[in-house]
């Protein structure tokens, strides 16, 4: 089992829709997608063409059930963070309502726009400590631990010149217990985008049960 998620930051160039559709043709089983820049007749016609199913979703959030009815069904959110500051409650009160919503093995993955702690941001100014709190918070009362990463370590960066170059890691996946039981082989490598336009950040986990 593949899962990419990709913050594509625009999905109205061909290139960067050609892209996609290369990616979708090597068959991972889960593509989330965020900053489309797209309205919803037009993400509803790349959906279906790609052949893509969701659950429910919102501003913030994709949902579905893998394998919904049967043994070893489990639950994937793909969610993109408020990027103002002064929004994270919208984020964070999502992901709580989320949570409530199922009992399900729970994987939640994409774009959080924030940090947990300093370590995960170069340059720039100092985040503010209940800022990162908060997110920790949020992360513990849904039961989320993260599962970690291979490759670099940042997966935004502000692309300004030297000296004022920040680099932060907004991009994570995070599971419930029993989702990390269900897949305890997993792992989390982050990508880099070939369209050159976009610089757009790819996080790629595979995985697999325990019943192979």
């Known amino acids: 089992m593949n899962i990419l998620c990709w913050n594509c930051r625009g999905l109205e160039n061909p290139q960067t829709e050609q892209e996609l559709g290369d990616i979708r043709a090597q068959g991972p089983s889960v593509v989330f997608l965020a900053e489309t820049w797209l309205d919803k007749t037009r993400l509803t016609f790349i959906r279906d063409k790609l052949k893509f199913k969701v659950d429910t979703y ?34 964070w009160a999502t ?13 939640c993955a994409g774009d959080y726009n924030e940090i947990t702690g300093a370590h995960e941001k170069y340059g720039g100014r100092l985040r503010p400590c209940k800022q990162m709190e ?18 670099n370590k940042f997966t935004w ?16 996946a995070v599971g419930s217990v029993d989702w990390l039981d269900m ?13 050159l336009r976009s610089q757009a950040s790819l996080d790629f986990l595979s995985g697999r049960s325990k019943e192979g």
């Open 183 to 195: 897949f305890s082989a997993s792992k989390v490598v982050h990508l880099e985008s070939g369209t």
């Open 157 to 172: 960066c502000n692309g300004q010149g030297e000296g004022h170059t920040v680099w932060e890691r907004l991009d994570r």
């Open 134 to 151: 908060d997110f920790r918070d949020v992360l513990d009362e849904c039961g989320f631990q993260d599962l970690g990463f291979k490759g």
């Open 58 to 91: 919102s501003p913030n959030h994709i949902d579905a059930i893998i394998n919904k009815g049967n043994e070893g069904g489990w639950r994937f959110t793909g969610f993109y963070g408020e990027p103002d500051t002064r929004n994270h409650y919208i984020s």
């Open 95 to 107: 992901l709580r309502r989320l949570k409530s919503k199922y009992s399900l093995p729970w994987l």
